[in-house]
């Protein structure tokens, strides 16, 4: 598999603080990646290292083949990135801002007009093209920076809280993007805080905290926190039916919530109709038996709270 981002033994301290005390990753291409972790956990200070902003401690990143410690041109030339602070210059209209970032990434001239102008309606700004930066709203800001980011086309993409600012319509566009970045070959690292973000767009994710404490994708991150996956809706039935689930080989482990069932059953495919049957034949009524889903957000916040008594 190609990997088009390696991080290897990554740390930085500022002063004596330890922010990242080794952090190691390979992304291979077309992979949209998440990165989350707490407040102060390091997702920022690892993005600007990626983003070439700033020096590792120690440890290489190589991306698209060239190492950061030696190649930073010819990488800042191929990535793109999206920080928390839109680095646009509020005094420059919107055009001479997109003009002035064309011309750093050396986008030939008879290209520069039509690719701005593409990107300026396809994010709803092409209304503002003549109105200085300083006097868009935060999330016009944002949709600026994100242009800035994607103008010269690069094959990596850095996003630090890309969504923030941003209103519901443009979120969902924005996502459509990212994805359709992703299919066709471009490799995204993001940092969000929203888990539905993470769940929906991103093929794995890491959650740091100065180290990567886990790497994993969302549908395996969900199964390892769900304790329980299937609900058993009985009706009235609750005595006869705690029995026989109780006695049922199926059943690796059950608990009764309100007039519930929540089983935790290893092949729910096959498993599944065995249990109805044996409920049928007691003469119970099955109501309904449905898949349960735990959300990102739970197995995150389960996994932080681990984490925090193993301290
Ligand atoms: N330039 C700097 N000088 C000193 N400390 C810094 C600097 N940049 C970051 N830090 C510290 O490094 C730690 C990690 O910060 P970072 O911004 O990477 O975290 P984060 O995971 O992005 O947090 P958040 O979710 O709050 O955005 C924090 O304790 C922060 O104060």
């Given at each position: 598999?190609?990997?088009?981002i ?12 330890n922010?990242?005390?080794g ?5 291979p ?7 989350l972790?707490?407040?102060?956990s ?11 902003l ?8 190589t ?22 602070s ?5 005094k ?9 970032f ?14 701005i102008e593409?990107l ?16 868009l709203?935060?999330?016009m800001?944002?949709k600026?920076?994100?242009?800035c980011?994607i103008?010269h ?7 630090d ?17 990212i994805r359709e970045w992703?299919?066709?070959?471009k ?24 180290e990567?404490i886990r ?10 926190w769900?304790t329980?996956?299937?609900?058993l809706?009985?009706?009235a039935d609750?005595?006869k ?13 059950y608990?009764?919530v ?10 729910p495919?096959?498993a599944n109709?065995?249990?109805v049957?044996k ?5 119970v009524?099955?109501?309904?038996i ?7 957000e ?5 996994l932080?709270?681990q984490?925090?008594?193993a301290?």
């Amino acid at each position: 598999m190609e990997h088009v981002i390696e991080m290897k033994d990554l740390k930085k301290s500022f002063g004596d603080k330890n922010v990242l005390n080794g952090i190691s990753l390979s992304i291979p291409k077309g992979t949209i990646f998440g990165l989350l972790g707490p407040n102060g956990s390091g997702k920022t200070t690892t993005l600007r290292i990626l983003s070439c902003l700033i020096e590792p401690t120690s440890g290489e990143v190589t991306i698209l083949g060239h190492q950061i410690s030696k190649h930073k041109e010819e990488i800042r030339k191929k990535i793109g990135c999206v920080t928390e602070s839109p680095g646009v210059y509020d005094k420059l209209s919107v055009l001479d801002n997109l003009e002035f970032f064309a011309a750093c990434y050396q986008i030939p001239k008879a290209k520069r007009a039509s690719r701005i102008e593409f990107l300026l309606r396809q994010f709803d700004l092409w209304e503002r093209r003549n109105d200085p930066a300083g006097r868009l709203s935060k999330g016009m800001k944002q949709k600026l920076s994100i242009i800035c980011a994607i103008l010269h086309d690069p094959e990596v993409l850095f996003l630090d809280e890309v969504t923030a600012n941003l209103d519901p319509v443009s979120i969902r566009k924005l996502k459509d993007l990212i994805r359709e970045w992703a299919a066709s070959g471009k490799t995204i690292i993001m940092s969000s805080h929203i888990l539905t973000e993470i769940d929906e767009l991103c093929h794995e994710f890491a959650i740091i905290k100065g180290e990567v404490i886990r790497l994993t994708t969302p549908q395996k991150f969900r199964e390892e926190w769900s304790t329980y996956n299937v609900i058993l809706d009985v009706g009235a039935d609750l005595q006869k039916s705690e029995q026989i689930i109780k006695e049922a080989k199926e059943v690796e482990a059950y608990k009764r919530v309100e007039n519930q069932f929540h089983l935790r059953i290893a092949d729910p495919e096959t498993a599944n109709p065995q249990l109805v049957k044996k409920l049928v034949a007691a003469d119970v009524t099955v109501k309904y038996i449905t898949p349960l889903s735990v959300s990102l957000e739970d197995s995150y916040l389960s996994l932080l709270d681990q984490e925090k008594e193993a301290i």
